[in-house]
């Protein structure tokens, strides 16, 4: 990764950025939704970003590490990677705002029982929306921790029921080339933006398809509406925008290790003994953290061994990296 590009960045106009109603409506419908999975302990964070929107809070999960303290909202909705847009943090973060997200549907195919092109809305409306504040490690070597809002993939994955051949699930970034204006060339990545899960990673309960961040709806740059999470893998395992969701017998062909294979590896999974080839992944650098702040050491699997490491018992991690 870290691509290099001088990008101008075009003045947007104001007809291609989503109209504000349209905008407001799936807010109001998560907010909603956020508000009727009021929990009794919420964190201090949830709690004051509450009272700013009047009383939303989310559910609290067991899967979040509610002792690590998120970095400052400001920066992980303005330090974004998203190549459909940029080739730099700021200009996707500012080419994002033309996405439309409304309507948005998630199509589900392959190896399930009840395929179908689902709307979010109504997904959403099976699913408890938790808070689960996570480690979140790129591969380019920074961090930050960010306090998520969604639901366990497996738990949509559980209503679609997948059959016993599905082995694998691809996930889809949605094509729009009008917005997504990298789309229109295939010089340096092919598109849509693809990205894949063994079965039982895509089924273990820390893997969740988020909809917000900060207690609040999903900002586009960050992978609105709908984006994975998975917090023991490298960033881009965690693809956002995602329009389908194809349960497969084989391991799909995925975005980044189809582009550089000996560099991104289908597993991805953070592991600080592997190096990229162009940089060493021991350490990590906290965004947001002082100057002077050293670098964290980086931990296998992004510190969630615990509970994952039995996925890749008997797997070279040297050679399945
Ligand atoms: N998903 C799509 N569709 N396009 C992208 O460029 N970038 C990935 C991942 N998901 C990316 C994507 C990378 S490299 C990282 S590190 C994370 O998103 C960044 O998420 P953030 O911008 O919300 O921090």
Known sequence: MIIKTHNQIPKIPSSEITDPLIFKERRKIIKTMLAMTVAGMVSPYTKAESAKSKGATVAKSKFSNASLTPTSAELVKNYTNYYEFAFD????????????TDPWSVEISGEVEKPGAYHLETILRQQTLQERIYRF??????SMVVPWVGFSLADLLKIVKPLSTAKF??????YQPETMLNQRSTAMLTWPYVEGLRIDEAMHPLTM???GMYGDVLPKQNGAPLRLVVPW???????KAIVKIELLKKPPLTTWNQSAPHEYGFYANVNPAISHPRWSQNTERQLGSGFFTPRRQTELFNGYGEQVAALYRDMDLQHFF
């Open 169 to 174: 699930v691809k996930f889809t970034t949605l």
């Open 89 to 100: 943090k700021e200009g996707s973060t500012q080419l994002a705002q033309t996405l439309r």
């Open 209 to 211: 398809l988020a909809v």
């Open 233 to 239: 893998k490298y960033g881009f395992k965690s693809i």
């Open 137 to 142: 490690r790129c591969v380019e070597a920074w």
